[in-house]
C-alpha cells in the first residue's frame, strides 16, 4: 500500500513547525525581516508547501546559507535528543512504556524534517548568483544546493523517513557499541 | 507595495503549545539520554561476555538491570542464561516465572527452552509443580 507523502507529512507535522521555527530564529539571530511565516498547513500536497517563511536577504551570503540550512542542524539535534534517550528501552530493552512511544514518535518526526527544502535551495541560490560572493561561500554553497534537490528527489523514497529513524534509532545504538 | 515585515513573530497557541511540549521533551531527552546509554552499553557488554563465557560478570552487571527494567524480557532472558552458568539456579528459575503465560517469540522461545532442558538435566527428580 503507497501511503500519499501529504500523510506521512500530517502525521509528522511537529517536524515542520519546528523547521519553520528554526528559519525563523536562524532570521532573529541575523536581524533579517521576516514577511511572512506558515508553521503548518494541511493543504500541503495540494501544491502547496507544508509551511514556509518569507524572510528578508542578508549582505552576508553565509548567514543567507545558514538560515536555510539552520533546520538541518536544529531538527535533527532536537530530534536525536527527544528520541535517542526513548529508541532505547524500546528497541534494546524490547520495552517501552507510554512515554518512550510518544518521545519516539516526536523524535523521528522532528528528525525526518531536517532536509531543507528545494524552496531554501533556491533561495541559497539567488544568494550566492545575484552578487559577489566569494569562491569559498560559493565551494561550500553549491554542493548543498546540490545535496538539497538530491534529498528532495529521495524523499519520493521515504529516504527523509530513514533518515529520521536513523537518527533516533541508527545513532544511539552506535554510541552503545562503541561504548559496550 | 513593498510586504511589511513582521514587527513580531506571530506564534499561534499551538505552536505556542508544540514549543513547550518540545522543549520539555527535550530536557526529558538530555536528562535520560546518559543514563539510557550507560544501561544500553551494560546490557551490551553482559551479552558479549556471556558469550565469551565470562557469566560471573555478567550476572552481576544485569542483576541491577532486572530490578530497573523487569518487564525486559530481553534482559530477563540474557539474566537467566548467566545464572545458569553460574549455576545459580535459582536465579534462573525466577526469570522464568516471570515468563510463565507470557507471549513470546520464536528465538525467546528457544532460548527458555534451553534453560528450561538443562535445567531437567540437571534436576531430573526435580517436582515440576513444586511451590515455595
Redesign the interface.
Known amino acids: 500500500m503507497i501511503i500519499p507523502g501529504f500523510i506521512i507529512t500530517w502525521l509528522s507535522f511537529?517536524g515542520v513547525?519546528?523547521h519553520e521555527?528554526a528559519h525563523?530564529i536562524f532570521c532573529?539571530l541575523y536581524g533579517l525581516?521576516?514577511?511572512?511565516?506558515k508553521?503548518f498547513q494541511f493543504t500541503t500536497g495540494f501544491g502547496q508547501p507544508a509551511g514556509y517563511v518569507?524572510h528578508?536577504r542578508s549582505e552576508k551570503p553565509s548567514q543567507d546559507l545558514m538560515v536555510s540550512i539552520g533546520p538541518f542542524f536544529v531538527n535533527t539535534i532536537?530530534g536525536a535528543?527527544?528520541?535517542?534517550?526513548?529508541a532505547?528501552?524500546i528497541f534494546?530493552?524490547?520495552?517501552g512504556d507510554a512515554l518512550d512511544w510518544f518521545?519516539l514518535w516526536?523524535?523521528v518526526s522532528?528528525a525526518m524534517h531536517a532536509f531543507p527544502s528545494t524552496g531554501d535551495a533556491k533561495s541559497i541560490l539567488h544568494s550566492i548568483q545575484s552578487r559577489q560572493v566569494s569562491p569559498a561561500v560559493k565551494l561550500v554553497a553549491y554542493p548543498i544546493v546540490g545535496l538539497i534537490y538530491l534529498g528532495s528527489v529521495a524523499s519520493i523514497f521515504w529516504v527523509d523517513v530513514i533518515y529520521g529513524v536513523a537518527v533516533v534509532g541508527l545513532l544511539?545504538t552506535l554510541?552503545?557499541?562503541l561504548?559496550? | 507595495m513593498a510586504p511589511e515585515p513582521l514587527a513580531k513573530l506571530p506564534i499561534p497557541p499551538f505552536v505556542l503549545a508544540l514549543a513547550a511540549v518540545t522543549l520539555i521533551a527535550f530536557l526529558i531527552g538530555l536528562v535520560r539520554f546518559p543514563g539510557a546509554v550507560r544501561e544500553a552499553s551494560t546490557y551490551e557488554r553482559a551479552q558479549k561476555l556471556v558469550s565469551a563465557g565470562q557469566a560471573a560478570p555478567a550476572e552481576a552487571a544485569l542483576a541491577p538491570l532486572v530490578k530497573s527494567h523487569p518487564d525486559s524480557k530481553n534482559v530477563r532472558l540474557t539474566y537467566a542464561e548467566a545464572c545458569m552458568r553460574t549455576q545459580n539456579y535459582r536465579g534462573a528459575v525466577e526469570q522464568l516465572q516471570y515468563f510463565e503465560g507470557k507471549e513470546v517469540s520464536e528465538e525467546d522461545e528457544r532460548r527458555l527452552n534451553a534453560i528450561v532442558a538443562e535445567l531437567d538435566r540437571k534436576f531430573p527428580e526435580a517436582p515440576k509443580d513444586k511451590k515455595k
Do not use: E, H, Q
Request: aromatic share 8%; proline share 11%.
Open positions: 511537529p513547525i519546528v521555527l525563523a532573529r525581516d521576516i514577511y511572512a511565516i508553521y518569507v528578508g532536537v535528543v527527544i528520541g535517542a534517550p526513548a532505547i528501552p534494546t530493552f524490547g520495552k518521545l516526536l523524535g522532528i544511539p554510541i552503545v557499541k561504548l559496550a
